[in-house]
């Protein structure tokens, strides 16, 4: 119980890259799996709460990134006496290479799972060389 209450508190980032929010709500580093694929690299974040309206995705320079908010609906009339779920906005920044082809990444998210595709420039996709025998 001890180390997952740690691991929850690397998750949770309130001063991400030393920015000062202007929002008062936590800041989780969402989770993120990255496949590199011969002509493409695919980045999938999970982000419970997030949807195509509350999502930002941007590209300066060489940073990317990706920032969803998180609206909390509270009932009416009701007020919250425990609870064990966390509820924030999630943050995650990435240094990109000149490899990836910046006018062809393309980002889509579904039930909170964002998916963005970094296609590879020709100078990086692998380029099979052709042998021949010398006569």
Same mark, same amino acid.
């Given at each position: 119980m001890l180390e997952k209450s740690k691991d929850i508190q690397k998750k949770q980032t309130g001063e991400i890259e030393n920015v000062e929010h202007t929002r008062a709500a936590r800041i989780y580093r969402p989770d993120v /799996? =990255? =496949?590199e694929k011969n002509d493409s690299i695919l980045l999938i974040a /999970?982000?419970?709460g997030v949807d195509e309206?509350?999502? /930002? +995705?941007t590209l300066e320079k060489d940073v990317l990134t990706i920032y969803g908010r998180v609206d909390i609906d509270k009932p009416e009339n009701l007020e919250l006496i425990h609870g064990e779920? @966390?509820?924030g906005d999630y943050q995650r920044t990435f240094i990109i290479s000149n490899e990836i082809n910046r006018d062809g990444i393309k980002a889509t998210v579904k039930n909170g799972v964002l998916q963005l595709l970094l296609p590879k @420039?020709? +100078?990086a996709k692998t380029k099979k060389i052709p042998v021949q025998a010398e006569k």
């Amino acid at each position: 119980m001890l180390e997952k209450s740690k691991d929850i508190q690397k998750k949770q980032t309130g001063e991400i890259e030393n920015v000062e929010h202007t929002r008062a709500a936590r800041i989780y580093r969402p989770d993120v /799996d =990255i =496949i590199e694929k011969n002509d493409s690299i695919l980045l999938i974040a /999970d982000m419970p709460g997030v949807d195509e309206k509350t999502l /930002d +995705v941007t590209l300066e320079k060489d940073v990317l990134t990706i920032y969803g908010r998180v609206d909390i609906d509270k009932p009416e009339n009701l007020e919250l006496i425990h609870g064990e779920y @966390g509820t924030g906005d999630y943050q995650r920044t990435f240094i990109i290479s000149n490899e990836i082809n910046r006018d062809g990444i393309k980002a889509t998210v579904k039930n909170g799972v964002l998916q963005l595709l970094l296609p590879k @420039g020709e +100078v990086a996709k692998t380029k099979k060389i052709p042998v021949q025998a010398e006569k």
